[in-house]
């Protein structure tokens, strides 16, 4: 079969590789969709010091159909159509064992999610981890709900979902992205403002008068954490999911009273609650379509921050 495999030397490289045997508690997938990650990215960037082994199969955002059954697997069956939870019982697919960025994947069945009937495995494919990692951040790590001030930093391919996840859980939500062509979407998904840097939320005039936000989820992460702690009030919550910097610097004066969480992944259960959402039309990201031999090339877009929402590749027909 084929896969797109990290080689070293930060180079991905398609190959042909043998066909996934079942460890006792995993099942084979044929793989149908994968989204692309800036996670990817990074782990091309990182490279073979953090990787077990060479060649590694990259792709940590995945959906397909059972195949075949691991001796100890229970409650599924060939057949069913999954997506995968990248932050689950297994090692993270894509670093530290092999990811669905080909025809087939092996996955522990304790980390499946089941896809419901008529949702289409695109949107599942990028549930599992875009979808996932923004909504458990927005909603089961920063508590959005009802009569809250959020703010959204990035209006990416996890930004959209966090954004309209909290939308639906009542909050008012402020976005800041500096791609002005991303502002209308946002106000598509109830944004009531936009602005390009989140240091726009804070009175130029009287900065240590702070921001009234309740909360900010970053997920960005470049020069945004320290513009995200000036704008929240006493007692708000920063939440970190975005890693754009490997390290950050807080002014110590502004975090009293304050607090930052980062928030990594989610759970199986986040899955299914925004595979319901996006079946029932609530949740509607934007993406595009690419093919599995385009992966390459996606992956060099994500690096050169060319894309819009999110790029899945649909494949395994």
Known sequence: ????????????????????????????????????????????????SAMPFLPMTQGHENAGVITALGSEVTGFSVGDVVGVCSSGVQPPLGMF???????????DYRDLARVPDGLDLALAALATDAGMTSYHAMIKVGGATKGMKVGVIGFGGLGQIGARAAVLAGAEVHVAEMKEEAWQNAREVGAVSCVKDASEWVDASNPRAGGDFDLIVDYAGFDTTQKAVNAIRRGGKVVQVGLGRPTFTIATNTILGKSIEGSLGGTVADIEEVFDLMLRGEITPGYEEISFDQIGEGLERLKNNQVLGRLVAVFGE
């Open 1 to 48: 079969m084929k896969a797109w495999q990290y080689v070293g030397d930060h180079q991905i490289r398609l190959n042909e590789i043998p066909e996934p045997d079942p460890a006792p508690t995993q099942v084979i997938i044929d793989v149908k969709a994968a989204g692309l990650c800036h996670s990817d990215v990074m782990y091309i960037e990182v490279g073979e």
């Open 97 to 107: 064992t092999p990811g669905g960025f080909a025809d087939k994947l092996a996955a």
